[in-house]
């Protein structure tokens, strides 16, 4: 286990700590891994880096896509030293269709390998949630926020892509939502976190997207949405904030939350970033899994 502290990335916050965990079999990948999910007990979870995979050139090396041109037997070989670190097979993965809405699909084990393995039979979802161990929730990311959720007392679980788009529509609230709705979880109860994603001091937004959050979080003041200091008329959104202002209101408590500060961009040799590279990269993936 090694151990990897935000400093290593940029301002210490030891409350909220990564850890990147090389694979405890022959063949596994480094994951990021909450140490609050991890408490739980009842779920493994993690978030890729680059590192580990067989993909080359723009993909290199742990690309998750099969959509950007990679070839197709990498990424084959890339999930299934993925799924070594979960602990799972590559047949238990049931993939998003991610289009940065907030739908949300309850997942069973009819959904195996969807995705992946098989086709998907569904479309235009950003979220995934179940309550059947075993079957790995998976979502992907170059930039783009991932959000977990954990519910150690209905034991469910759930994974979502929260863009801004996704995020001005509150996809946390939808998650939640749908948790109620399908096993009847409460959101004092979850434990969730934000992941790493593009920070605020590289995601620079135009005016409209900016009035959009500004409307929508009229409380969050310029440390969610700040004029940028180096171009007229754009500004710095911090999607890490607002995500956190939409668990919160949700109901999630601020004890069982956890807000990364690794940023996607800033760290594009260890993390896919689309803003960073012009959009010549892979995917990183977020995985939740109940034991």
């Known amino acids: 286990m090694i151990r990897m502290e935000l400093q290593d990335f940029q301002k210490t ?33 993690g978030f890729t880096t680059r590192a580990g995979g067989v993909s080359k050139g723009i993909f290199s090396t742990l690309n998750l896509s099969y959509t950007r041109g990679d070839e197709k037997a990498a990424v084959d070989e890339n999930f299934r030293r993925t799924a070594v670190s979960l602990h799972a097979q590559v047949s238990d993965f049931v993939l998003s269709d991610q289009t940065h809405t907030v ?44 959000l977990f959720f954990v519910d150690p007392v209905r034991r469910a679980a759930g994974i979502s892509h929260s863009g801004w788009r996704g995020t001005a529509a509150r996809m946390g609230l939808a998650t939640i939502k749908a948790m109620e709705e399908a096993y009847g979880s409460k959101p004092e109860d979850l434990v969730c976190a934000i992941g790493p994603s593009i920070c605020q001091s590289c995601y620079e937004v135009d005016a409209d997207v900016a009035r959009r959050f500004m409307e929508e979080f009229p409380d969050g003041g310029t440390a969610l949405c700040a004029p940028s200091l180096s171009v007229r008329g754009k500004y710095q959104l911090n999607l890490w904030k607002a995500n956190e202002i ?37 995917n990183m993936g977020a995985f939740v899994k109940l034991k």
């Not at 140490?35 to 979870?45: D, K, S, Y």
């Not at 408590?253 to 590279?277: G, M, P, Q, W, Y």
């Open 13 to 45: 916050d030891t409350n909220r700590i990564l850890e990147l965990e090389s694979g405890r079999f022959t063949g596994g990948v480094p994951l990021l891994k909450f140490p609050l999910l991890e408490q739980t007990g009842i779920v493994e979870h």
């Open 103 to 146: 739908h949300i699909r309850k997942v069973t084990g009819r959904d195996r390998g969807k995705g992946i393995c098989r086709d998907r039979d569904y479309h235009d979802i950003d979220g995934l949630i179940t309550d059947e161990p075993g079957i790995v929730l998976s979502a992907f990311f170059a930039d783009c926020v991932p």
């Open 246 to 282: 939409v668990l919160k209101e949700a109901g999630v408590l601020e004890k069982h939350l956890a807000v990364t500060n690794i940023c996607t961009c800033c760290n594009k040799d260890l993390l896919f970033s689309h803003r960073a590279s012009h959009g010549k990269r892979g």
